[in-house]
């Protein structure tokens, strides 16, 4: 049932009750698998960067979500309508200046290590994320207008806000912000990092690194969100056991799948996930995650792309739809949008982008990069038309990076050096924070359209406390971030759609961003496996209501 959302004077009363309405479940979700009485593993491999900590709260990367959103429970979530719904949460009010948000929390819910989940424990949380030393990132920028949490009673937690924020409720809804035992989080990140404790459908059980996390059963599990995922909204996990195994390269989750060392495998290549859509040999699921798109984003606080001819003549250069369609066997179709598919306000920018040769010599010409060395690289006062591009191996799939290999030849026909540089997501993450590159692909999930004002904002430049800074083109612009800002603190959705339409115009007249397609999650599995499918809060994979015949 959708959350019963209230706008009134800050004077106190009860929390409104939640609509009596039901959210039908989904066919998808239920299962009419003929299960044995005997315990049941299920084998997940996945390809995404094993992360170097199990908790969300620190840093804040989609390795670290999909593998959370397993143990871990938010306040809130969403369903298939996009509508905020109930988790941990059972409804939220906001003051009529929008600087406070009352939020009801359920009863007789415990973490795995017994701690009673109450709003002392979310004002725990908020801390947590809110403290420098964690080294938040995805969390703490969603949490940047929130300046306290308040217990008002054992079951009731006020949020207080330097300014208003729409967005707030659909950010409570992410993995990044679900919520954890304050006695797991007093043990310190080093001990917390290893086996968060949550309310979850399951518990970290053992963490073997490189190799796998076991997660267990939570046999008190009495929550679920109300978002058509789990069957009719009950808990409880189906399988007893899951063993998330990290397989980084793509051949071999593939023959683990089918071979059946595996029941479950994600980051699927575009070329297998063709052939289980022609052959039907294996179940698949592609998802868009909500946020950007997966885009080249170009860093104006350098040569050679602080000129806004050179941008252009880059973007002109690379043919991005010959790539997508080459690389992709039709999994996935090009974008020209800043935004995913699955976000609310993207809009789309097909004139802005084409494939033109001839016109981005002509802008090379006009920027003064006249002149070519004997590699046919153009030069200017003696120095090369070179594009720095650190390409994480562990976000960048095989595909992705063939894709990039692509642009990196149609672009070197006008005159540019592009040199693709493959790092471990550790290694890319320190070139992205220390500003050591020229161009760049940078994931960000967010739920709502709030992502713009995250990764291209004005104070987006500044670090957040991981060393992360979301904003990676250096772009500021006064009239985006006013834009941004009236469109965070506006309840009115046709000013918010509005505002964001001018935002990402904006976005793409500034040239510093290319757009490739959605930001996808691929899946295959066996015809054994039932009840797979993906929450719809971010997207992330959702194993509590998985069996295997």
């Not at 315990?39 to 995404?48: E, I, K, M, N, V």
């Not at 908020?126 to 217990?151: C, F, M, Q, Y």
């Not at 207080?160 to 729409?166: A, G």
């Amino acid at each position: 049932m959708p959350v019963s959302v209230t706008r009134r004077s800050a004077k106190p009363v009860a929390l409104l009750a939640l609509s009596a309405a039901l959210i039908v479940p989904l066919a998808a979700c239920s299962s009419e698998a003929t299960t044995s009485d005997e315990p049941q593993t299920l084998r997940y491999a996945s390809g995404d960067a094993e992360p170097t900590c199990l908790d969300p709260h620190v840093g804040g990367n989609w390795p670290q979500a999909i593998l959370a959103n397993q143990f871990l429970e938010s306040l809130f979530s969403k369903n298939d309508a996009g509508e905020i719904v109930p988790w941990l949460a059972t409804g939220a009010e906001s003051a009529d200046d929008q600087l406070s948000w009352t939020i009801g929390l359920k009863e007789g819910v415990t973490f795995t290590d017994g701690t009673p989940f109450d709003a002392e424990a979310v004002v725990a949380n908020v801390e947590h994320i809110k403290n420098p030393d964690t080294a938040s990132s995805t969390a703490i920028l969603a949490l940047g207008k929130v300046s306290e949490a308040v217990a008002v009673d054992e079951h009731t937690v006020r949020l207080d806000l330097s300014e208003p924020d729409s967005a707030l409720l659909e950010s409570l809804a992410q993995t990044w912000l679900a919520i954890e035992s304050p006695a797991g989080l007093e043990r310190g990140t080093d001990e917390n990092c290893l086996a968060p404790i949550g309310t979850g459908a399951f518990k970290v059980e053992a963490w073997d690194k490189q190799s796998q996390v076991v997660l267990t059963r939570n046999e008190n599990h009495t929550t679920a969100p109300e978002d058509g995922v789990t069957t009719e909204g009950q808990p409880g996990a189906a399988v007893d056991t899951i063993e998330w195994k990290f397989i980084p390269d793509a051949a071999t989750r593939l023959a683990a799948l089918q071979s059946g060392q595996a029941d479950i495998i994600d980051s699927v290549q575009p070329d297998a996930l063709s052939q289980f859509q022609s052959n039907g040999t294996e179940e698949t699921l592609i998802g868009a995650r909500p946020g950007v798109t997966a885009r080249i984003e170009l860093n104006t606080t350098r040569a050679p792309f602080d000129d806004s001819k050179v941008r252009e003549a880059f973007a002109a250069s690379a043919d991005i739809d010959a790539a997508v369609e080459s690389l992709y066997f039709g999994t996935l179709e090009r974008s020209t949008s800043v935004l995913s598919s699955a976000t609310p306000f993207a809009t789309s920018h097909p004139d802005a982008f084409g494939f033109d040769a001839a016109r981005a010599s002509a802008l090379l010409d006009e920027a003064g990069w006249t002149q070519r060395d004997a590699d046919g690289v153009r030069t200017k006062n003696g120095e090369r038309l070179e594009v720095a591009f650190p390409v994480s191996t562990n976000q960048s799939i095989p595909a992705e990076i063939s894709v990039l290999e692509q642009i990196k030849a149609t672009s070197a026909e006008v005159g540019f050096d592009v040199q693709l540089e493959l790092l471990d997501l550790s290694t890319w993450y320190e070139r992205s924070g220390t500003w050591e590159f020229d161009a760049i692909v940078a994931p960000y999930s967010k739920n709502s359209a709030d992502v713009l004002r995250i990764v291209y904002s004005t104070d987006s430049i500044t670090p957040a406390p991981s060393g992360y800074h979301a904003n990676n083109t250096g772009l500021s612009l006064p009239a985006l971030d006013e834009a941004l800002e009236a469109a965070v603190k506006t309840t009115d959705e046709a000013e918010r759609e509005r505002l964001y339409g001018e935002a990402q115009q904006l976005i793409i007249d500034s040239g510093t961003v290319l757009p490739l397609y959605d930001q996808t999650v691929q899946f295959a599995h066996g015809d054994n496996v039932h009840g797979f499918r993906l929450q719809p809060n971010v997207n992330v994979p959702s194993l509590v209501n998985v069996t295997i015949e």
